[in-house]
Structures are given as C-alpha cells and as structure tokens.
C-alpha cells in the first residue's frame, strides 16, 4: 500500500472537499507508504496550488515500513514521509486520522479483520481511504457493509483499486463493481474513472496515466496497466444490498418488458427455440453497443510526474508506427488506428489534435485536412480524427511498401516532483 505523488493528486479535490473541524474523522484501511519526501510533497501541493500547514521539523515524521527492503533500497526510501506528516500539511491533526489494519505492524490504532463483521462500532468518519487493502480481503462484501457502515451520512468513500495487476491481490476491480454495488446502495457518484498507467522502465522516473470515462473503456489495453478510482457520497437513505450486475438488470428488464407486451397482444411463443433466438439478439445488440462505445476508449488528460523535469516543462514523445497495420481507403488515402493516443479532432474541435506525422524524420502535412481532400489529392495531408490517423503519403506511395519509416510526434507537459 503505497502512494506516488500522481495518487495524492487524485486525491487532492477529495481531501479539499472535507471540511476542516475539530471533529472532522478519516479512516485510511492500512497505513500508507508514500513514495515522497516532506520537500517533495510541500513543492507538488504548491504547484498545485493548495495550502498547506507547515510541520515543525521535529514533529515530522518518516516512514518504517521500507526497512523491509534490502540496505540500499532502505536508503532511497527512508526520508520518505509518514502519512501522518502529509495529513497534517493539509490541516488534519493526528487525533482526525485513524488508521485500520489486519495487525499492528505498521502501528495501527485499529486493528480488525475486515473479512469479520464489526463486534463493535469505533465511531463514522467523513472520509474512508482505500488505496490497496481491498483486493487483498477475501470476503470483499463483508468489508464493503463494514465500510459502508462506518461512514457517515454525506460521508465519503474513495477506492483507488487495481483492475488488471497479476498475482497481487486476490481481485482485480473493474468500474461496474463499485458503481452496481454503491448506486444500487442508494449512494451518489462522485468520481469513478480507469487509470490507464503506460509501462515503463524506471517507474521512479516517469510516471504516466491516463483518466479514463468508465463507459469508453471495454478492454484491457495493450502494454499498460489498468486501475479504478472510485468516490462516493453516502446518502440519508443509503443501506447495504447484495448487488446485481447492471448488465444483467438491463437484460432482465428488456426480458420483462417483452413478456409483457406478448401478454398484452396474446402473441407469446412457445418456451424453446424462439427464446433463445430472442435471447441470443439481445446479448448480441447490448455487445455491438459495446464495441461502438469502444471506439472511443482513450479520451483523457496525459499526466506526467518526474523528478528530473520541471513544472510546465514540455517536451515531445515520438512513437513509430506499424504501417503493416494501415488500411487503405483510396489510392492515395490511408486509416490507421491509434486505440492507445488520447482522441484527435471531432466535431465542434476540429483542431484540437497537436499530433504530427513524420516520414523519414521528416513532416509531413498539412495536418486537420479535410479527409476528401486527402482520398483525392494526397501529398502527405493528415488528420488525426477520433482514434485514427487518416492519411497519405509525400508522393501519394504505399507507406508499408514504400520503404521508409512513419512516426507520430505530440507534446507531454511535465510537472515536478523535485522541491
């Protein structure tokens, strides 16, 4: 259980919409790991723009839990600061944070098993923070009714969860769990989005994700790991349930609603062959809309944290491209997908895209033209439309058989994790 600077900025408008009282409680499941200095965290929240309450140098506390490691790992990571510290920058004092754990290794003033029931309540908190306990709880609805209870009325829940890490936890989550099991529970959306994180050698060095809507994500992106984020507000009329996946209610519904209209109209068929027809269409349209949802799977914001660049430093990443993969429109025109960019043009931006296209080192262009054009004319005009490139080439070649080599170039903003 560890949180890098890009977590605490998920966290930072959750943390902002707690209000600041005495008896203000949040409740962390497992005491975190921050992978940052006191120095750090007080130069990222002011780039960020948040107040902060500075902690006198001998009250700041670091974190124990990385003596774990081997000695020179222990010396990277033991200036790293103790989440009490963080809160505490933030306005929280040491009384406002209680800290749940399965045992006392990291010092947690509540121990309890969340597989259990509660025995006994230990008060309700404005905010619980999951970030990496409840994959790792066998029995996830039981810790769901316990958290659920603990929370108070306008209360907040925030789970920051994995959804495609192997041999982690027990579970992987995907979005639709937690919004089945909270609407269903009368609880209100906040916030609920995939964290699609590239892999990359050093993590220590460059750390990306991409903030993605729930309802254009449907597959498990290449070369990239996948994490939920999840709030939710506690309502007055909020209770536990045993949820229903919304996929099958939707189904059931439609199932309903069809036996009534044959009811209606005396037209029922016969039990068999018929309903399994009719069954068979239905799976088959709600996967179709599916996969129209899936065209537009990447649209989000590119973050980028590093410790070597400064905020508001931007520089270009350049990724060569398949053109194995390129389909032909025209003679002269060519689609290429780019599932794994953030989305180009649409209508109502035409010229949103920054993304360039290069041919030999070269540029080619103009960008953003208008796609006739680039079936009719060619001569290297591109547009970088939805999730694809659509394209030619400077003599209006074949670019898989031309022999010369395509890449797309676009800019990354870099903000700073150094003080």
């Known amino acids: 259980m560890a949180l890098a600077l890009t977590a605490i900025r998920q966290l930072l408008p959750v943390l902002q919409s707690i209000p600041q009282k005495s008896d203000t409680r949040i409740l962390v499941l497992g005491a975190q790991d921050l992978a940052f200095t006191y120095e750090q965290a007080v130069a990222f929240l002011g780039a960020e723009g948040v107040p902060i309450k500075p902690v006198p140098p001998e009250l700041r506390m670091t974190t ?11 010396q990277r990571y033991r200036h790293f600061m103790h989440q009490q510290t963080f809160f505490q920058l933030l306005g929280f004092g040491p009384r406002q944070i209680d800290t749940l754990d399965v045992s006392d290794f990291e ?3 509540i121990i309890h098993d969340l597989n259990q029931p509660l025995e006994s309540s230990f008060g309700q908190y404005d905010l619980i923070i999951n970030a990496g306990t409840l994959e790792h709880v066998f029995d996830v609805r039981q810790a769901l009714w316990t958290l659920s209870e603990l929370t108070k009325i306008d209360g907040q829940i925030v789970h920051i969860a994995p959804a495609g890490l192997l041999n982690h936890g027990f579970y992987n989550f995907n979005a639709g769990f937690f919004s089945d099991y909270y609407e269903q529970s009368g609880w209100l959306r906040e916030e609920l989005y995939y964290c699609v994180v590239p892999r990359v050698a050093d993590i220590d060095e460059l750390i990306v994700f991409l903030k993605m809507d729930v309802g254009k994500l449907n597959h498990m992106p290449n070369d990239h790991d996948l994490g939920v984020f999840a709030r939710y507000r506690k309502t007055e009329g909020a209770r536990s349930v045993f949820a229903v996946q919304q ?5 059931h519904a439609a199932w309903a609603g069809r036996q009534r209209k044959e009811d209606r109209d005396g037209a029922r068929p016969a039990q068999g062959q018929a309903d399994r027809n009719w069954l068979s269409d239905a799976m088959r349209q ?7 949802r899936r065209l537009s799977a990447y649209q989000g914001d590119l973050v980028v944290v590093s410790p070597t660049r400064e905020t508001g430093t931007v520089e270009t990443c350049d990724v060569d491209l398949d053109m194995s993969k390129a389909v ?4 002269f025109s060519w689609r290429l997908d780019l599932p794994d960019l953030p989305a180009g043009d649409a209508p ?12 030999n080192g070269a540029m080619l262009g103009p960008a953003h033209a208008i796609h006739d054009d680039i079936r009719s004319l060619g001569a290297g005009q591109y547009s970088h439309w939805g999730k694809s490139l659509y394209f030619s080439t400077s003599d209006n070649t074949a670019p898989g058989a031309n022999g010369r080599e395509y890449s797309i170039r676009f800019p990354v903003t870099f903000l700073s994790s150094q003080p």
């Open 348 to 359: 109502g931006r035409e010229r949103s895209s920054q993304l360039l296209l290069l041919e």
């Open 286 to 292: 709600m996967a179709t809309e599916k996969a129209i």
């Open 247 to 251: 996929y099958y209610q939707d189904l």
């Open 64 to 74: 124990t839990s990385f003596a774990i490691f081997n000695d020179s790992l222990w």
């Open 107 to 109: 010092n947690a003033n």
């Open 328 to 331: 032909p429109e025209t003679s």
